[in-house]
């Protein structure tokens, strides 16, 4: 019938084998539940050379922290957006550092998989560009006026056409037609 290599071995040989796969894998899952729940807490915060702008940034790459000191009114809102930018990418480009160690402190060995998951952060959040921070092309402007201002009002309504009142002195068109 079979020839693998379970096939004519010993019973419960075989039971001890596939016991010892299901706690490997009982044991792997864990590992990776583990390091999924280290790396969704990871946050990571940057700091401009000059120290105006603090930015954190969690394990997804997203902005969850934004600070400027005084010093920030001496600079044009450019070089604010460029700083701002420049330590975020910074941010970023750690993540995949605290990955690497999270997954290296957690998963012993050259796990393919967990090897995978280091450089699937690599590729998201590359390292910035060298002159990050210090461009202040229109790419970067924010445009503060445009923000500051109030949203448009929202158009009215079209005034709604009514007929002439009918002979009944009944004045209230809303379910008739004018049309007969």
């Known amino acids: 019938m079979g020839s693998g290599p379970m096939f004519g071995r010993d019973p419960e040989a075989v039971t001890?084998?596939?016991?010892?796969i299901t706690a490997q894998a009982r044991q792997r899952h864990q590992q990776f539940a583990m390091v999924?729940?280290?790396?969704?807490?990871?946050?990571v915060t940057e700091?401009?050379?000059?120290?105006?702008?603090r930015a954190t940034v969690n394990s997804g790459g997203a902005l969850t922290g934004l600070a400027l000191t005084d010093r920030?009114?001496?600079?044009?809102?450019?070089?604010?957006?460029?700083?701002?930018?420049?330590?975020?990418?910074?941010a970023q480009a750690r993540i995949a550092e605290r990955v690497r160690d999270i997954v290296a402190e957690t998963v012993p060995g050259d796990d393919p998989a967990a090897a995978k998951i280091v450089a699937g952060f690599r590729g998201r959040f590359?390292?910035?560009?060298?002159?990050?921070?210090?461009?202040?092309?229109?790419?970067?402007?924010?445009?503060?006026?445009?923000?500051?201002?109030?949203?448009?009002?929202?158009?009215?309504?079209a005034?709604?056409?009514?007929?002439?009142?009918?002979?009944?002195?009944d004045d209230d068109w809303a379910h008739r037609s004018f049309l007969r």
């Open 16 to 20: 001890r084998m596939l016991d010892d």
């Open 126 to 157: 590359p390292e910035p560009p060298a002159d990050a921070g210090t461009r202040t092309e229109p790419a970067a402007e924010i445009r503060l006026g445009e923000l500051a201002q109030e949203p448009p009002a929202p158009p009215k309504p």
């Open 47 to 53: 700091r401009s050379p000059d120290g105006v702008v």
């Open 36 to 43: 999924r729940q280290k790396i969704e807490a990871v946050t």
């Open 72 to 90: 920030a009114r001496q600079l044009s809102p450019n070089e604010i957006a460029a700083r701002v930018l420049a330590c975020v990418q910074r």
């Open 159 to 169: 005034p709604r056409r009514q007929g002439a009142p009918s002979d009944d002195g």
